[in-house]
């Protein structure tokens, strides 16, 4: 069984970003970049899962510029087999990306795409939802347990009131949310193995896909930032300044 | 304009993200219709007929809908929603899962998790975990809007829209659904409380949760939970509040016992009154509460009980 891993670079989860001062975008000059945390939570789920005997190939897919073979290097030195880097200069939104993935679907024929509920950086939630309806396939989103039997795969997805567990026929796409797993740290061996595996650069005309911007964003603003209050000194003045000054209780 | 709410509910009642929903919905303007879909749901759809601003509801009554799976409902809404030009959920676990493939259906972008309304096609969303807000206009004949519910007030249910049933049966036939472990609880849903009290991992295990359950108990309020706590295992995870969890608005929120990293700020920064009990004074949650008060939690919480 073929495991596809769509991942994005994003900057790194520890760093607070800032808003431009002329407020087109935030500022990512000389961030430090890193795989999204999701992401890796599904390199790790898929190799994993190699592991396990159920995967027999783990193939990585990341669409951006050059540099974004940074974190697809990352996830081989993880155990991922092989890469496949889209190359753009473009900001590909959820729906394109979606689009560019159901290509590579479509050429790889993958039994199980695994790949993060969101990104870090757009926060939008989107793109594994979508490839799963352009690809007609099941989904199983916010995963925090994913077990593979015979040609079905059993999901069980963190939601608003506790858990649920879905089934879903193969192929199918997974959704990792944070407690699916804790990722390994790559070995130095196997970061120097993962320079040779080999990275195949493929552009989204090659794949006959047109990148279509239909949301334009007009300005981007910090939000209304909140200013430290005041120090009590006793439980009793705390319950007497929620009474009798802020009306909360 | 035509707008389609798609319903939060459990087949037997409304939930409140949906009268949340209707607000973004009535900002936007136009007509307001509601799609109740799920399987023996007509208390939801009737409550559902009472929230102010909605002329019409649309029930599909199906076995296929009854676990709202995105597979069956995503098809629906794309079917029915290609006659609107705005389809809204909540930007809860539910809406999150079925809308993005509607609007993979239906070629169109979605907006996820909007805050504000400037037009009916403009709407300001958080991103990197609410460190920027950004205004987007959208292009798309239909746009496809997830709500971030903390951030609209509650329609009433003063209304008495017409109530239609339709007969549609969207089974995809390639998910079902197994099982669930619903957490039960008399106290308040994260996302309706008015008060909320969380605990984080100074809490040093779950037993130590009965604590700020018995201020909850005297409150009414809700209990939540940081990041650093569920990762733990003190608690489950539907009581996170932060960037992956829950993202709440409450008229108070009361930590405990958490640092305040960026996770969990983007979560609940926006509460109208922050209360922050840590005994370490250099605790970033401090920066950001209304009242601090630098204590150990096991004396400070048990006393705060007492004295409610």
Excluded: W
């Amino acid at each position: 069984m073929k495991i596809l891993v769509p991942i994005k670079r994003v900057v790194d989860y520890n760093v607070k970003v800032r808003v431009k001062s002329d407020n087109t975008d935030v500022d990512l000059s000389n961030l430090k970049m890193s795989i999204n945390p999701f992401c890796e939570i599904a390199v790790e789920e898929a190799v994993r899962l190699k592991e396990a005997g159920v995967a027999t190939e783990v193939v990585v897919v990341s669409i951006g510029e050059k540099a974004c073979q940074e974190q697809i290097r990352t996830a081989l030195a993880l155990g991922a087999d092989r890469g496949i880097q889209i190359e753009t200069s473009e900001k590909v939104q959820p729906l394109s990306v979606a689009k560019l993935l159901h290509k590579v679907v479509e050429e790889e024929q993958p039994q199980i795409v695994l790949l993060g509920k969101q990104t870090i950086d757009g926060d939008n939630n989107q793109t594994g939802q979508m490839l799963a309806a352009l690809a007609g396939m099941p989904q199983g989103t916010f995963a925090s347990e994913v077990k593979v039997d015979g040609d079905k795969v059993q999901v069980t997805r963190e939601v608003d009131g506790g858990l649920v567990t879905v089934e879903l026929n193969l192929p199918a796409v997974v959704t990792t949310d944070l407690r699916l797993n804790e990722p390994r740290y790559a070995s130095l061996p196997n970061i120097m193995k993962a320079k040779r595996k080999p990275i195949v650069v493929k552009t989204p005309e090659e794949l006959g896909v047109e990148i279509t911007t239909n949301l334009e964003v007009l300005k981007v603003e910090s939000p209304a930032s909140r200013s430290a209050g005041v120090m009590v000194e006793s439980v009793d003045q705390l319950i007497e300044k929620l009474r009798n000054e802020a009306k909360v209780i | 304009m035509t707008i389609l709410v798609i319903a939060e509910h459990d087949n037997a009642s409304l939930k409140a993200d949906t009268h949340k929903v209707v607000a973004a919905a009535t900002q936007i303007g136009g007509d307001i219709t509601v799609l109740v879909a799920g399987s023996n749901c007509g208390d939801a759809a009737q409550t559902a007929a009472k929230l102010a601003g909605v002329a019409k509801v649309i029930v599909a009554d199906n076995a296929a809908y009854e676990h709202q799976l995105a597979e069956n409902l995503g098809l629906l809404v794309a079917d029915l929603g290609k006659d609107y030009s705005h389809i809204l959920a909540a930007a809860s676990t539910t809406g999150k899962n079925f809308l993005p493939r509607s609007a993979a259906l239906l070629d169109v972008a979605q907006i996820s998790d909007i805050i504000r309304v400037d037009a009916p096609d403009t709407f300001a969303r958080p991103f990197y975990a609410g460190n920027a807000i950004a205004t987007v206009k959208s292009s798309d004949s239909i746009k496809v809007i997830t709500v971030r519910t903390s951030a609209f007030d509650s329609v009433e249910e003063t209304g008495s829209a017409e109530v239609v049933a339709i007969d549609a049966a969207h089974d995809a036939g390639i998910s079902s659904y197994v099982g669930g472990e619903m957490t039960v609880s008399e106290r308040p849903e994260l996302g309706s409380a008015s008060i909320i009290i969380s605990g984080g991992r100074g809490m040093q295990n779950g037993d130590n949760f009965k604590l700020l359950e018995d201020v909850a108990d005297k409150l009414g309020a809700g209990v939540g939970a940081s990041r650093a706590a569920v990762d733990a295992g003190f608690v489950p995870n539907d009581m996170q509040v932060g960037q992956t969890g829950k993202i709440v608005a409450p008229d108070l929120y009361i930590a405990v016992g958490i640092s305040g990293a960026i996770q969990h700020l983007a979560g609940m920064k926006d509460s109208k009154v922050i209360v922050a009990i840590n005994k370490d004074p250099e605790a970033p949650i401090f920066q950001v509460a209304d009242y601090g008060l630098e204590a150990d939690l096991f004396d400070a919480v048990p006393e705060l009980s007492s004295k409610l």
